[in-house]
């Protein structure tokens, strides 16, 4: 129990470091993103695919953020 | 099969991560297949470790060049304090925010 607890804090660690690392390179990424995709390539992801898919979901985020605003905007006139 | 179901489910949480798109949008589950799809279906090679430690190495090189010392200590700070937590996957991980880095010698903030 206590070996797991401390694995756990060793991970989270990890984590914390490599998201400090991700701020100084300014990568825009938030820490529950990174953990997500610290996750995904520890089960065997390709990293630089899944910078690929990252860029591109941000992309269709803001679109779609512009999206709703012009439609708010439309509703108010 | 497990392995499908747990990157479909790391996909899903990948999608609300990054795009802020509410789960009940028409749209989602074309966001999800879209990101099963290009990370089962790629053309990129895998990590070559000695590459992502020449590319960290020459990082640290470019911030002392430009002037941003502080910068280029803090960034060997973390890579140190990372080693004892070094495991076969860091690379990899590494290589991800390589990817993603955008500029930071002209626009990273130490106050952030």
Redesign the interface.
Known sequence: MADRTEKQQ?AQ??VD??H???????????R??LS????????G??????????????K??QQ??HESAAAAARRQR | MAYQAELAAQCDELVTAVTNIPENHKHRNIYREFVLRSLREHSFLRTNQFEVADRLKGLEERFRVVGRDALADAFRQRLDALEPHWNHTSPDVLHFILELADQPAQKSKLTD
Do not use: F, K, W, Y
């Open positions: 060793a660690q990890a470091i490599l400090e690392i991700s701020t100084i390179l300014n990568c825009h990424l938030d529950r993103t997500i995709c610290i996750s995904m390539i520890e089960n992801v390709n990293p630089e695919a899944l910078a690929a898919v990252v860029t591109e979901l941000r269709e985020g779609q953020q």
